[in-house]
């Protein structure tokens, strides 16, 4: 869903100064004790930690998380789970070797989990300089010990292979400083609690609706980090999201789900309390409508991807493309033969072999701005002045007039990108904030007139626009992966909100839509786009070498990217009815009818 930018309401300034029943982050003192501690343990490592006759680490990085978050869920004006949580974590990435040759990208066949190069622990709450250094210690160790084993590993298996590329498993960066202090934003959790009631209660009229459930959460996370090379950064990092579930299911057995999501860095990036309120019964009105909706068994031709739905689709299937990792090296060639099977499966690692080849229509380009802090009024959310390997962020024009000119890595070198891009966010490289920019665009009239115009070129009576996306986009992904799993096929997931719309302009809502495998390559067959981009804001899930490729570090959570994309109009794709089996209809009414 698009998010817009209210003024602040009254109850949000209230909530916000509130004194009682918040979570908050305390401001450090002047004498910042755990980030001493961290640099003095850092120092103690570096000189002294190594085992006789062994290679000492020649890199360390030290990261402390500290979390304050809550999670609230409601079902039908019922609370369900009310967590605040405050916890503090610790990360160790350690490296032995040199940048030419170290323990990283390498997958070891002792276990999965083995091969990551961070090791993570708790650390007190309170800030015990010896507490906190004990903690860092014993990370340390284990990394360290674990990092022998893994670089006399690799080393046994190059000497037996050819490296397929001669490229450093690490590149150098200048050390540089950046500071932030600490988030100041205080969530009521009491509020929060009332507006779960409120907002899932709006579903107690609706008994057909079968399930429904509202969860806020809040999370506020400020980063210490430091390294070897000398490199320190503070960083802040606020969120809050908050999401409306429900499903119903219509007489004959098709289950029917439909969601909002809304993100921002605090409440007060969200809509007043009267706006959600009446979303979410348009929410409930729309699936009941649904229920009798009619469906087509298929569908190929044009699609137009209006406001939101265009930027779903662009960051759920197009966006994963645009990074850059490595497939690491393995002691198991049965992991390696699996990964490239599941690469082609999935067409492809990334873009990587595609540099400078047309990726989209010469009208379109793309560029990552992580910078940005909002755009026309609406927050961006992948903002950051440093990325999570302390390398600064900046703008990259990724896509210039349809041509791809280079792609988003971490400090892990790939081929013809020797340096990070600042994008190391989340389990891997992500972008920040991508806005793609149209050089002739179309007015919301003109998009629908060639849009029919495509569809009666083929002969067709309707073309189909699809208004959201939700969970379709990234069901061709998921399939594979449970394929090759040996999970059998999945379900996929019905587009939410999608509509044929006929020569004479009448349009027909529809239900049970699913959207077929949308390749990147669709991308480059994008006929027209429209000139109001829309915001949309979610969670980065990668492509598959971007998740199996391990990477430099698995963090605390994926990184919120927000995508600024117009409406696209795609020459061909194809949307199919929903199959069974199907689940029967509830015997008899839900008790909530009678009431």
Not at 273 to 279: D, G, M, S
């Amino acid at each position: 869903m698009t998010m817009r930018a209210p003024r602040t309401p009254m109850r949000w300034k209230m909530l916000l100064a509130a004194p009682i029943a918040f979570l908050a982050l305390r401001v450090p003192a002047q004498d910042d004790v755990p980030m001493r501690a961290m640099k003095d343990e850092l120092a103690r490592s570096m000189s002294q930690l190594r085992l006789e006759r062994m290679e000492k680490p020649y890199f360390i990085a030290y990261r402390m998380n500290d979390v304050e978050a809550a999670a609230v869920s409601a079902t039908l004006g019922s609370l369900t789970a009310s967590q605040p949580a405050r916890a503090r974590v610790v990360a160790v990435e350690l490296r032995v070797g040199d940048y030419a040759l170290d323990n990283s990208n390498f997958l070891s066949s002792r276990g999965f989990g083995d091969g990551q190069l961070m090791g993570f622990g708790e650390a007190p709450l309170d800030d015990d300089y010896q507490q906190i250094r004990r903690q860092l210690w014993l990370v340390t160790d284990a990394q360290y010990k674990r990092a022998l084993e893994d670089l006399s590993a690799k080393r046994a298996v190059l000497r037996m292979r050819k490296r397929a590329d001669d490229l450093p498993d690490f590149a150098r960066e200048a050390p540089v400083t950046v500071t932030e202090p600490p988030g100041a934003s205080r969530v009521d959790v009491r509020e929060l609690e009332a507006l779960a009631r409120e907002l899932s209660s709006v579903f107690r009229s609706a008994p057909e609706i079968r399930r429904s459930s509202v969860r806020l959460e809040s999370r506020q996370v400020y980063t210490r980090y430091v390294n070897s090379e000398g490199t320190t950064f503070t960083r802040s990092s606020p969120s809050f999201r908050l999401q409306i579930d429900a499903e119903t299911q219509a007489p004959d057995g098709l289950p029917i789900a439909d969601s909002i999501e809304l993100r921002g860095r605090t409440p007060s990036d969200l809509p007043a309390r009267p706006a959600l309120l009446a979303r979410a019964r348009e929410m409930a009105a729309r699936l009941l409508d649904l229920r009798s909706a009619p469906s087509l068994e298929r569908y190929n031709g044009p699609v137009l991807f209006e406001g939101p739905a265009a930027a779903e689709i662009f960051g759920q299937v197009f966006a994963p493309w645009l990074v850059a990792t490595r497939q690491p090296v393995s002691d198991d060639p049965r992991f390696e033969a699996l990964y490239d099977q599941m690469m082609a499966q999935a067409g492809g690692a990334s873009f990587l072999d595609r540099i400078g080849a047309r990726v989209l229509p010469e009208f379109l380009g793309v560029t990552d701005i992580p910078l940005k802090r909002d755009f026309a009024g609406t927050p961006l959310l992948g903002g950051q002045r440093i990325d999570d390997d302390g390398v600064p962020t900046r703008e990259t024009r990724l896509v210039d007039h349809g041509f791809l000119k280079t792609m988003l890595a971490t400090r892990v070198p790939v081929r013809g990108i020797p340096h990070g891009t600042g994008s190391s966010r989340g389990f891997g490289p992500a972008p920040g904030n991508l806005l793609v920019t149209c050089d002739r665009p179309l007015d919301d009239a003109a998009l629908r007139r060639e849009l029919l115009e495509q569809a009666r070129k083929r002969g067709l009576d309707h073309a189909i626009v699809v208004r959201r996306v939700g969970a379709a986009g990234t069901s061709s992904l998921l399939r594979t992966f449970s394929r090759m799993m040996g999970q059998g096929e999945v379900a996929s997931p019905s587009l939410p909100e999608v509509y044929a719309v006929y020569l004479d302009g009448r349009e027909e809502r529809l239900r049970g839509m699913q959207l077929g495998a949308v390749s990147p390559a669709a991308f480059r067959d994008i006929v027209a786009a429209g000139g109001r981009p829309t915001v949309f804001s979610d969670e980065f899930a990668g492509h598959l070498a971007w998740l199996l490729s391990l990477g430099p570090a698995a963090r605390s959570a994926a990184a919120v990217v927000s995508s600024v994309v117009p409406s696209l109009l795609f020459e061909e794709l194809s949307l199919t009815k929903s199959r069974g089996p199907l689940p029967s209809p509830p015997i008899t009414p839900s008790p909530l009818a009678g009431r």
